[in-house]
Nanobody, 122 residues
């Protein structure tokens, strides 16, 4: 079992930046690839970014490429999502999740955090 706790969400103006963090505990962090996913009001949950256990492989949704960066610090059991040039359409609850490989498919993720709200005002 892996426990995940997100932090760093909040309210920001369009064009601003936020950094989300996700602290993991339980099983060995380096056993897992990690992902960030989000769910906007009235919409289905969607993939945002994923990173392999070593950090060598990173995938991004087209909607965030060039603006968001996923990274991890295995010594701290933490994964990050740096979000720059935020847009109102980035408003959502952001979840981190763990899986055994780098996937874009939400159904491949086994463990989920409780989510953190990001609101981008225009």
């Amino acid at each position: 079992q892996v426990q995940l706790v997100e932090s760093g969400g909040g309210l920001v103006q369009a064009g601003g930046s936020l950094r989300l963090s996700c602290a993991a505990s339980g099983r060995t962090f380096t056993n897992y690839a990690m992902g960030w996913l989000r769910q906007a009001p009235g919409k289905e949950r969607e993939f945002v970014a994923a990173i392999s256990w070593s950090g060598a492989i990173r995938n991004y949704a087209d909607s965030v490429k060039g603006r968001f960066t996923i990274s991890r610090d295995n010594a701290k059991n933490t994964v990050y999502l740096q979000m720059n040039s935020l847009k109102p359409e980035d408003t959502a609850v952001y979840y981190c999740a763990a899986t055994n490989s780098v996937y874009n498919d939400l159904h491949k993720y086994d463990y989920w955090g409780q989510g953190t709200q990001v609101t981008v005002s225009s």
